[in-house]
């Protein structure tokens, strides 16, 4: 695609931010694309212009939130709904030439009756040739096994267990999601982090080359009120999966060792919030089981000069197959985080030249318009070949958003009930033989 003027096509949804800011980074550039969101952002500022092409979509939308009874008049709106889809579609083929889908969702996700089909559209994207880059952030992803945020929000169930985890459902969310990665594997460049591709069987773009957009317009230009206390910033979108109940007892700790330190912590509210209390902020802690050295809420840190710590168990591997440079953020293992934290707030220095250097990072690696040449460059197949990540090399077991001893549990659970077949890898896989190993240790049989 080389010689073809780029027409794109982006939707059906946001995540932190990253579709709008790459469409208007992709207009600054002169190249015509536009995006079509699907779902409501909760976080935006702005309320987002409807697209005329949506309008019986949004209506249904609408009238599902205000009438739970009337099932009919629901169908019938929902199937409208559907047609709306459907043809924004049809419209797309005869308008661009190129697709940047997110979260392993495309058009037809939207759609109650049409995501049971979405082979299909992939399947005539491909007939149209069009180009197709799919960008996945984690959830979409990685083994639901070792992913805090799903257990959370959708397997607590009746469970079959202790920790009151629905095995029998977290098996075929495990299955459904493997089965996912395949057919998105057929039709789509993907893009995603080592860390959490347990299912990839095909070499994919590693997201740690890409990073995340970031505007200049994020700097938020407030005046620190200088009183001798360290303000620390925590803000969870969500409270199990950030680890926040550790975030908190931690604070609580430092508070009671004397330390000068004020705790401010916020969730659910608009970006624009956040933005002000991170520049009002001395230290950003961002999360404390991280697969990634420096996510959404770090990098808009990043660009205020606001240091950033974060904790995972990704810490002690992600430096042998994160994309080069490097982000400077404060990341270590989730038991070193007490300690960490309590070093940078005695060293001022230490922790103005951390963000410094952050922002550096940022303004030269991840500002929009970079971001968004990244895309340009995969796009008409121009990038280095270091770029591409082989599934093979992934041996990192943890996940996010929870810890170890929660991870084993799933997995000894599965293991039990199911075999080792339920972790839906194969077995000659490093991947599989580090969860074998866990397995058996833990059932002392090693």
Known sequence: MRNITLKI?????EIAGTMERLQNAFSNLGIKSDFFCLSEYKFSDIKKPISKR??????YKEYSRREKNNILIKCLLEIIGEFDILLLYIYSLYNYNTYIYI???????????????????????KIFKKKVLMLLCGSDSRAPYCDGGLCENYLKLSGDDESGIS????????????????MLEKYAVLLDNPAS??????????????GIPIDEKE?????????????????????????????????????????????????????????????QSDIVVDQVYSDTPMAGLAAEAAVNGVPVIVSGYYADYYEEVWGRPIPPSCFCDPTELKGRLIHLIQNKAEREKLGQDAKKFVMN?????????????????????EWIFKPKNNRYIWGWGMCKEEV???????????????????????????????????????
Not at 103 to 125: D, H, P, T, V
Not at 367 to 385: F, G, H, T, V, W
């Open 9 to 13: 096509f982006l939707a059906p949804c």
């Open 219 to 279: 700097i938020v230009n407030i005046k620190r009120k200088e009183d001798g206390r360290v303000v620390l910033l925590h803000a969870p979108s969500v409270l199990k999966g950030k680890g926040t109940k550790s975030v908190r007892r931690i604070i609580n700790e430092i508070s009671e060792m004397g330390l000068p330190v004020e705790y401010i912590e916020v969730s659910g509210v608009p970006h624009r919030v956040v933005l002000e209390k991170i520049a």
């Open 103 to 125: 979260y392993g969702n495309s058009l037809f996700s939207a759609g109650q009756i049409l995501r049971n089909i979405q082979w299909i559209e992939f399947l005539f994207l």
């Open 54 to 59: 949506l309008k019986n979509y949004w209506r």
């Open 408 to 446: 084993i549990q799933n997995i000894v659970s599965l293991v039990d009930k199911y075999g080792m077949k339920s972790l839906c890898l194969p077995k000659n896989s490093r991947l599989y033989k580090e969860y074998y190993k866990v397995y058996c240790k833990y059932c002392n049989r090693i």
């Open 197 to 210: 591709s347990h299912f990839h069987s095909k070499p994919y773009i590693n997201f740690g080359y890409i």
């Open 167 to 182: 095995i029998t459902r977290l098996y075929k969310e495990t299955k459904k999601q493997k089965k996912k990665i395949r």
């Open 365 to 385: 690696n991840w500002i929009s318009e970079r971001y968004a040449q990244k895309y340009i460059d995969i796009i008409q197949d121009n990038y280095p070949d």
